[in-house]
């Protein structure tokens, strides 16, 4: 058991005993506060309708076996009681005396590591603890629905596992991006002067959003700004834009077209931007994104006649490929890197597409994890696993769709090597 739940154990039981010693006790012998058998009681009724759900679906009861469970777990409930309250005096009394003795912050006493097995020992035997009620329903089962059950019971607790990390990795990451929100806020707020004319400082970034203040001269090189401070800034290109021998390849692309010399260009190149053809524009953010499906309306040709012409076929659903576990993402891309022989700036970009797609994924597995937790629960296998399917069908669209955007960051060369591998 870790050190971190040992305090919080500790912890709680503290104030129960603080609670206890400034509202009074039940009798003259009692550590626990008034109302600590309504507060168990309440606490195990919401565990009693939660395993009445999960045992019915897990094991796929009749209502008659349901009854029959319905009527044990209430039985037990008045056992749980009594017991948390048995259990709980012991562990208070034992903590206190050790806390007397200055043993309680000692991990490795004799004394400590009891206390330790006494807590995990609550739990555990429980008359109302899962697994205990398990044992207690398969012995009125056939042998192979109480094994089945058994694996289904795990799958629902991992499901709700998985459900309760999901809602408080998205909570943490929340108040993170706020906290981190108003450091910044709060850091800039230092570096506006009164008469708001600072100089901004060179800064890629800056470039990027603020045309203003990013001057290139005549072969496209950025040279210092009026009024900004420092040297030359560094003009590597961002994620998605072009080098400064790409952009003069296209030039000379562009200008052999209009002289009706079309030569096929490197992959990949958009067309020129306004530093290169001298219109002043503030630079936007270049944003990688699928194609946006087109939506045509047809209307049905008329006969002569004015009678409706039979109706097209409609079109084939695109059946994608099933897509890896999310984990298993970050090693595709790895390998269709190596594969293909990404350099350092492809393996940048390759690693935000990554990202992208990653986050989309989980935004919509999270958008639908109720649909995905009454999947989970289906007893009949032929439904839970076509249920399934239709819901990951956009997970394999976006896994197909990631293939497509790190394979679009090849080069020429890396495509026409590619092309010759799978010859």
């Given at each position: 058991?870790?050190?971190?739940?040992?305090?919080?154990?500790?912890?709680?039981?503290?104030?129960?005993?603080?609670?206890?010693?400034?509202?009074?006790?039940n009798?003259?012998?009692?550590l626990l506060?008034?109302?600590?058998?309504?507060?168990?009681?309440?606490?195990?009724?919401?565990?009693?309708?939660?395993?009445?759900?999960?045992?019915?679906?897990?094991y796929?009861?009749?209502?008659?076996?349901?009854?029959?469970?319905?009527?044990?777990?209430?039985?037990?409930?008045?056992?749980?009681?009594?017991?948390?309250?048995?259990?709980?005096?012991?562990?208070?009394?034992?903590?206190?005396?050790l806390?007397?003795?200055?043993?309680l912050?000692?991990?490795?006493?004799?004394?400590?590591?009891?206390?330790?097995?006494?807590?995990?020992?609550?739990?555990?035997?429980?008359p109302?603890?899962?697994?205990?009620v398990a044992?207690?329903?398969?012995?009125?089962?056939p042998?192979?629905?109480?094994?089945?059950?058994?694996?289904?019971?795990?799958?629902?607790?991992?499901?709700?596992?998985q459900?309760?990390?999901?809602?408080?990795?998205?909570?943490?990451?929340?108040?993170?991006?706020?906290?981190?929100?108003?450091?910044?806020?709060?850091?800039?707020s230092?570096?506006?002067?009164?008469?708001g004319?600072?100089?901004l400082?060179?800064?890629?970034?800056?470039?990027?959003?603020?045309?203003?203040i990013?001057?290139?001269d005549?072969?496209?090189?950025v040279?210092?700004a009026?009024g900004?401070?420092?040297?030359?800034?560094?003009?590597?290109?961002?994620?998605?834009?072009?080098?400064?021998?790409?952009?003069?390849?296209?030039?000379?692309?562009?200008?052999?077209?209009?002289?009706?010399?079309?030569?096929?260009?490197?992959?990949?190149?958009?067309?020129?931007?306004?530093?290169?053809?001298?219109?002043?524009?503030?630079?936007?953010?270049?944003?990688?994104?699928?194609?946006?499906?087109?939506?045509?309306?047809?209307?049905?040709?008329?006969?002569?006649?004015?009678?409706?012409?039979?109706?097209?076929?409609?079109?084939?659903?695109?059946?994608?490929?099933?897509?890896?576990?999310l984990?298993d993402?970050?090693?595709?891309?790895?390998?269709?890197?190596?594969?293909?022989?990404?350099?350092?700036?492809?393996?940048?970009?390759a690693?935000?597409?990554?990202?992208?797609?990653?986050?989309?994924?989980?935004?919509?597995?999270?958008?639908r994890?109720?649909?995905?937790?009454?999947?989970?629960?289906?007893?009949?296998?032929?439904?839970?696993?076509?249920?399934?399917?239709?819901?990951?069908?956009?997970?394999?669209?976006?896994?197909?769709?990631?293939?497509?955007?790190?394979?679009?960051?090849?080069?020429?060369?890396?495509?026409?090597k590619?092309?010759?591998?799978?010859?």
């Amino acid at each position: 058991m870790s050190r971190f739940f040992n305090r919080v154990c500790v912890a709680i039981l503290m104030m129960l005993v603080s609670a206890a010693a400034a509202f009074g006790q039940n009798d003259g012998n009692s550590l626990l506060a008034p109302g600590f058998d309504q507060a168990s009681r309440e606490g195990w009724e919401f565990e009693i309708q939660h395993q009445m759900q999960a045992f019915s679906s897990a094991y796929g009861l009749d209502p008659q076996l349901q009854t029959l469970l319905q009527n044990e777990l209430q039985a037990r409930l008045i056992a749980q009681v009594a017991y948390d309250r048995q259990t709980t005096e012991a562990i208070i009394k034992k903590t206190q005396e050790l806390e007397a003795a200055g043993l309680l912050e000692n991990e490795e006493a004799p004394e400590v590591k009891a206390l330790n097995a006494l807590m995990a020992a609550q739990t555990l035997n429980a008359p109302l603890n899962e697994e205990r009620v398990a044992d207690w329903l398969e012995q009125r089962l056939p042998a192979a629905v109480a094994t089945e059950g058994r694996q289904r019971l795990r799958e629902v607790r991992d499901l709700r596992l998985q459900k309760h990390l999901e809602s408080e990795y998205a909570f943490q990451a929340e108040s993170g991006a706020k906290r981190v929100l108003g450091e910044a806020l709060v850091q800039g707020s230092g570096l506006i002067s009164p008469d708001g004319d600072t100089p901004l400082p060179n800064d890629p970034v800056n470039d990027r959003y603020y045309a203003e203040i990013k001057v290139r001269d005549v072969s496209g090189e950025v040279i210092v700004a009026p009024g900004r401070k420092g040297s030359p800034v560094n003009d590597s290109p961002m994620p998605g834009e072009l080098t400064k021998a790409e952009r003069l390849r296209q030039a000379q692309i562009e200008a052999a077209e209009r002289e009706g010399r079309r030569k096929p260009g490197p992959a990949g190149l958009v067309s020129p931007s306004h530093e290169m053809t001298g219109t002043p524009s503030h630079e936007s953010i270049v944003v990688e994104q699928p194609p946006a499906p087109q939506v045509t309306v047809q209307v049905a040709p008329t006969t002569p006649a004015g009678r409706a012409a039979p109706a097209a076929p409609a079109a084939k659903e695109v059946a994608f490929a099933q897509a890896p576990p999310l984990d298993d993402w970050d090693k595709y891309v790895q390998e269709r890197a190596k594969q293909v022989g990404f350099d350092e700036a492809q393996m940048t970009r390759a690693q935000a597409v990554l990202k992208d797609m990653k986050r989309r994924a989980n935004q919509y597995r999270m958008s639908r994890s109720d649909q995905f937790a009454v999947a989970a629960l289906k007893t009949d296998a032929k439904a839970r696993e076509a249920m399934m399917k239709e819901l990951n069908k956009p997970i394999d669209a976006m896994f197909d769709e990631l293939k497509q955007r790190i394979d679009s960051l090849m080069t020429l060369e890396q495509r026409q090597k590619a092309a010759a591998g799978k010859k």
